[in-house]
């Protein structure tokens, strides 16, 4: 079994609906869920829209290896209508990227793990530090904390606290 750290987001549709239902998803289809973080609204990352996101981070433990477990991400991102192409970024129902996988690093066509930008993204980074603070990144060698305290990204992160799970 592998640990793997997910980081979710959304900012379309009804989000409440979408987090509750990703997260059933997760469970039915990748594996056991070990850890939730909170759920916080967070601005766009990349590109502008009135619609802000919803972002979390949990734990799994899954029996999937890497690319494996990608492809069957993307096509739960496919049953929240989300659609693969020019555009980085854009608005969506639900977006889910591999942030660890266990402790190794991964580089391929498809796929680079850890994911490339956590150390400057704030909606990644306050999520992932309410679950595992001291988790050391594989290649940058400091942990979450660390991580979170040096970055650059000054995005306000609200905690959604109607949220229930």
């Known amino acids: 079994m592998h640990t793997v750290y997910l ?55 899954t029996e999937f290896m890497p690319e494996e477990l990608l492809g069957k991400i993307h096509l739960i991102e496919k049953k929240f209508k989300r659609k693969r192409g020019s555009k980085r970024y854009s608005s969506r129902e639900m977006d889910i990227d591999i942030l660890y996988f266990d402790d190794i690093y991964i580089e391929t066509e498809m796929l680079t793990i850890p994911h490339p930008r956590i150390h400057q993204r704030k909606f990644v980074l306050v999520p992932l530090n309410e679950i595992a603070p001291d988790f050391k990144h594989p290649l940058l060698r400091f942990a979450t904390f660390e991580m979170l305290e040096n970055c650059m990204d000054e995005s306000v992160i609200l905690k959604v606290e109607t949220f229930n799970r």
């Open 7 to 61: 980081g979710i987001g959304g900012n379309s549709g009804n989000k409440q609906n979408n987090f509750d239902n990703v997260y059933q998803i997760i469970k039915n289809e990748l594996g056991e869920i070990l850890k939730y973080s909170s759920i916080y609204e967070t601005p766009p990352w990349g590109f502008q829209s009135d619609d802000y996101f919803w972002n979390s981070v949990i734990e799994i433990e």
